[in-house]
């Protein structure tokens, strides 16, 4: 079991476990997040529209997620297994992840759900925004990405539930409680037994 996702409200810590967890199962993570940073902070027309879309709290066009995501994914790093990051982010995000690993003759094991209320994401993404100055944690901007994940994220779930593969955890608590409650409801990663 291999081939997960990480996803949440923003401010979850989905980053962080996505990491823990790619670190447990031996596997990389693709986080769009990051690699859109990444770009966005290139020198071209395209990063600064990236930076542009990224202040705001949009979504990036799909086309463009969805290209970045075929191209990792068809990787040879990731095709034994991957722990994806902020994707899918929306329900046709959903289909074509579908389509590219079907295409890859694969399917995903299960998709992590950290829950944490909006009250307290709100606190957290506050609190982030004082200390690393991240340039989408502008009070505005943080309602904003919270409105963009009700609308557009928050389904994704749903249909993850009606296939039986989402595992909710609870959010709330110290890093390595959320990742010790996420280590027990992914089945290859709990500790073996002595
Ligand atoms: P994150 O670090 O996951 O919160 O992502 C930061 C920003 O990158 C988001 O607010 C979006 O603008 C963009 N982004 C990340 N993942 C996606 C995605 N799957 N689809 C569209 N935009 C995305």
Known sequence: MTRF?????????????????????GVLVVSTGELF??????KSRAGSELARIMATGE???????????????GEPGTRGG????????SVPQVD?????????DAALDGVVFIR?????????????????????????????????????TAPVAS???ERGILLPVDGVGSVEEVAARI????????PSAP
């Open 37 to 42: 940073r990444e770009r966005a902070g290139e």
């Open 5 to 25: 996702v990480m996803m949440g409200p923003p401010g979850c810590g989905k980053g962080t476990h996505a990491a823990g967890l790619a670190e447990t199962l």
């Open 116 to 152: 944490v209320e909006e009250e307290e994401i709100l606190r957290r993404l506050t609190a982030r925004a004082e200390q690393d100055g991240r340039s989408d944690d502008t009070p505005e901007t943080i309602r904003h990405r919270i409105r963009v994940y009700e609308r557009e």
């Open 183 to 190: 280590r027990s409801v992914v089945p290859d990663a709990a």
């Open 96 to 104: 074509e992840l579908d389509r590219i690993l079907a295409g890859h």
């Open 159 to 161: 249909v993850y539930e």
């Open 59 to 73: 979504l990036v066009p799909d086309r463009v997620t969805n290209e970045l995501i075929a191209e990792r994914l």
């Open 82 to 89: 991957f722990v994806l990051d902020g994707y899918p982010r």
